[in-house]
């Protein structure tokens, strides 16, 4: 992942698929069997933003800033679902990818599609980056 504080036009695509486990020390014990080892525990904190009532999550998009514990990895990251790219039926859902600025910035374009109003690139860069250096609405962003 690039840094916050660089924009990169790298979209991707994740699939992501979720199961029930009941018992997750038989995964566990199925796993060590298999001669597997945790060679890397990463904790991530994400900061998750909307808007009032929520514009965003109804329309399957989300809008986070993530960090990595430990790690100077801190960056925007907006998930895209919509009938286009979702697989239905199956349990799977497939969702766009965008980082960096970019997301911010595809973010601002979403919520003016439904304001009517022009997005304001300039400001979604310098907000971004002074939110990721300050805090947001109170909060201070780790």
């Known amino acids: 992942m690039a840094s916050g504080s660089t924009s990169t036009s ?7 698929q979720k199961f029930i486990i009941s018992d997750p020390t038989v995964i566990e014990n199925q796993l060590k069997e298999l ?6 525990k990463k904790v991530m904190v994400d900061w998750y933003f909307d ?3 929520p514009t965003l999550s109804l329309r399957d998009v989300w809008l986070r800033y993530r960090s990595q514990e430990g790690e100077n990895q801190r960056q925007w ?3 895209k ?3 286009d790219v979702n697989m239905a039926g199956n349990g799977t859902t497939v969702y766009q990818e965008i980082e960096g600025n970019d997301a911010v910035h595809e973010c601002l374009k979403i919520l003016s599609s439904f304001t009517n109003e022009k997005p304001d690139a300039t400001a979604a860069s310098s907000s971004s980056a002074a939110a990721a250096a300050t805090g947001f609405d109170g909060y201070s962003i780790p």
């Open 10 to 16: 790298k979209q991707t695509f994740e699939v992501e």
């Open 35 to 40: 001669g597997m080892r945790l060679s890397k």
């Open 51 to 53: 808007t009032e009532p």
């Open 77 to 79: 990251e907006l998930k």
């Open 81 to 83: 679902g919509g009938s």
